[in-house]
């Protein structure tokens, strides 16, 4: 069983820096892929990246991709998320997940996942 915990969600202005953590509990981090998602009010959850249990691998989806970077810490069992330059439409509550499969993880399917945490970025 794993257990998420995000934290660093707040207002920011555009243009400003924002840093996500998400905090894993138990065994075996290193095993498990994991996600970021955000779903903004009134829409669907969607992917914003992605990286693999040894961190070599890092995956982003377009809307985000050169503005963010996800990172990870298996010392720690964190996962970051450092996005850059935020726009209004980066609204949203950011989610992470955990997986065994990067493939079901980055496809919205990860066994685990966090409360969330509310990123708002004003105008």
């Known amino acids: 069983q794993v257990q998420l915990v995000e934290s660093g969600g707040g207002l920011v202005q555009a243009g400003g820096s924002l840093s996500l953590s998400c905090a894993a509990s138990?065994?075996?981090?290193?095993?498990?892929?994991m996600g970021w998602f955000r779903q903004a009010p009134g829409k669907e959850r969607e992917f914003v990246a992605g990286i693999s249990g040894t961190g070599t691998g890092t995956y982003y989806s377009d809307s985000v991709k050169g503005r963010l970077t996800i990172s990870r810490d298996n010392a720690k069992n964190t996962v970051y998320l450092q996005m850059n330059s935020r726009k209004p439409e980066d609204t949203a509550v950011y989610y992470c997940?955990?997986?065994?499969?990067?493939?079901?993880?980055?496809?919205?399917?990860?066994?685990?996942w966090g409360q969330g945490t509310q990123v708002t970025v004003s105008s």
């Open positions: 138990g065994r075996s981090f290193s095993t498990y892929a």
């Open positions: 997940s955990a997986g065994r499969l990067s493939a079901a993880v980055l496809a919205g399917n990860g066994d685990y």
